[in-house]
């Protein structure tokens, strides 16, 4: 019985249906293949629509970013060191991967990430040659592509790390986003403990209400929180009523809502709202907010205010900074803002205009780093809170990774180099005795143990960690740009408490 016709309608339709065919599955193959896992290196696959390779390395690849090259040659040879130096002891090397993006159409992103390698690769060089102990330590790169939008992918490969490559830590996680929030909740649910760096909002954090939101979660840098608290600090005669907050309104930037929170908390009792904008999806493109900058200005001019409170990425603070400079009244303000301002020390389109800060402008740009190479350099009088010796452990070491002292200004190496040294101790403390590697559980209980006598020496400062991973009282270096000597000058260390920790380094009861 046939049970399908065999006629010339029916050959034209199956040939119809077999083209179809052999079209859609040359279509799924091709993006299966040619969009979503090309091999760029092994590891390291293109993903996403900018087909950026992104995933784990040991230093083979450098993510097609030729300023990485030379520094991931150098974490790739210092990895082939520490496993023959684990053979030699018949253990095995520990792991550790920075996480961060590694891909950038920007200049300035692009040099911002060597700068974190370059503090990774120097953190473990400390490792395993200043301060040897066992295990030795291995780095891997692992890049989650541009706004961390591809950080599953790098996710499951970390934790299968954590089993092929004895991966005992994450580090890095350098900036304040949903998909950093996701990344993080992934990793610790998995049980892979997590060192944030750079990272600074409020809420990718563990505390009193949250206690076990991200387990295994320990941050190295003050929060948003913590670096308004040092401000207000050092500018506690700051009069509310002469202030104004400028904020950037866009939803889904972790950042940028802590700090709004923050900013409009000191500028309580200001005579007038906050001014607002809406910066672009990616917050490094410039958009049209100049021309929304120009516009605020005259409403800035007959105001009272004195200072600014600036809750915004480095690009909006930038048009901002130059629209505020055209300004027609004759006024002095004092621009204040958190941490990521930093990035416009490499902003080639901001260094190229330092006069925005001259005299003659009229304008202060102060923020709250996280970390400056004078705040504990020769000069420092701190007596607690940091130390000399453990800043100049750093300094060191900078020209093993072809780095130089003016590298140290908007402090990303110093705060990565933190976060590496900070990993390290959490594994070393419970590599004793019998166990030669601890588990990834032994290495998240080491983080509310690193305070007092187990403090971490930090060349930011004093990395002492609460019951919940966050630094507590941490040093926060108030500074500002100067168009004279064109960099970041460092005016005084601020703390949160509005004093210094004690000597004992110790996690008081604040209840």
């Known amino acids: 019985m046939k049970l399908w016709p065999a006629g010339p309608l029916y050959q034209a339709l199956l040939a119809i249906a077999a083209a179809t065919a052999v079209a859609f599955g040359g279509y799924f193959v091709y993006r299966s293949w040619f969009a979503d896992n090309p091999a760029c290196a092994t590891g390291v696959s293109k993903r996403g629509p900018q087909n950026e390779c992104v995933g784990v390395t040991d230093g083979a690849f450098f993510y097609n970013n030729n300023k990485l090259r030379k520094i991931f040659d150098l974490i790739r040879d210092e990895n082939s060191s520490a496993e023959k130096a684990a053979q ?64 599953r992918v790098v996710a499951d490969q970390l934790e299968k790390a954590t089993s092929d490559d004895n991966l005992r830590a994450v580090v890095g996680i350098n900036i304040s986003l949903p998909e950093t929030k996701a990344a993080i909740g992934h990793l610790t649910r998995k049980n892979i403990p997590v060192v944030a760096g750079p990272m600074t909002a409020d809420d990718i954090a563990n505390d009193k209400d949250h206690l076990h939101r991200y387990p295994g979660l320990a941050r190295v840098a003050p929060s948003n929180s913590d670096q308004a608290d040092a401000l207000a600090f050092y500018s506690k005669d700051i009069k509310p009523a002469e202030t104004m907050v400028i904020e950037d309104s ?17 500028a309580e009792g200001a005579p007038r709202a906050p001014e607002t904008f809406i910066s672009p999806p990616d917050f490094n493109d410039e958009g049209y907010l100049a021309n929304t900058f120009d516009q605020m200005v005259p409403d800035i001019c007959t105001s009272p205010a004195k200072t600014i409170y600036f809750a915004g990425r480095p690009v909006q603070l930038r048009q901002f900074l130059f629209e505020l400079g055209e300004r027609s009244c004759n006024k002095h303000y004092t621009v204040i803002t958190g941490s990521h301002a930093a990035t416009l020390t490499v902003d080639e ?53 072809g780095a130089k002292p003016s590298d140290l200004v908007d402090g990303r190496i110093i705060v ?5 040294v900070t990993a390290v101790k959490g594994i070393r403390m419970n590599a004793m005795d019998k166990v030669k590697m601890p588990s990834l559980a032994q290495v998240a209980s080491s983080w509310p143990r690193l305070h007092g006598e187990k403090r971490v020496q930090g060349a930011s400062g004093w990395i002492c960690l609460d019951q919940y991973g966050n630094p507590y009282n941490k040093a926060v270096a108030i500074v500002h740009l100067d168009p004279r000597k064109k960099t970041a000058v460092f005016d005084r260390i601020a703390w949160p408490r509005h004093r210094a920790p004690d000597a004992d380094c110790s996690i008081l009861n604040e209840e």
Not at 108 to 132: I, T
Not at 250 to 266: A, W
């Open 88 to 151: 030699e002891q018949n253990s095995s090397p520990a792991t550790i991967a920075l996480m961060i993006p590694m891909t950038s159409g920007n200049p300035a992103e692009q040099a911002e990430q060597v700068e974190q390698v370059k503090g990774a690769y120097l953190g473990q060089y400390h490792a395993n040659h200043k301060a040897f102990t066992q295990p030795p330590i291995r780095l891997l790169l692992a890049n989650p592509g541009r706004g961390y939008k591809q950080w």
């Open 416 to 420: 990565t180099y933190d976060a590496v």
């Open 349 to 401: 389109k901001f260094t190229a205009h330092w006069d925005a800060l001259t005299k003659s402008k009229g304008i202060t740009l102060r923020y709250a780093a996280l970390a400056h190479p004078d705040a504990w350099g020769d000069n420092s009088t701190e007596t607690t809170g940091g130390s000399k010796a453990a800043f100049q452990e750093l300094t060191k070491q900078l020209p093993k990774a």
């Open 250 to 266: 866009r939803d889904g930037d972790n950042y940028l809502e802590s700090l709004r929170k923050r900013f409009e908390k000191l």
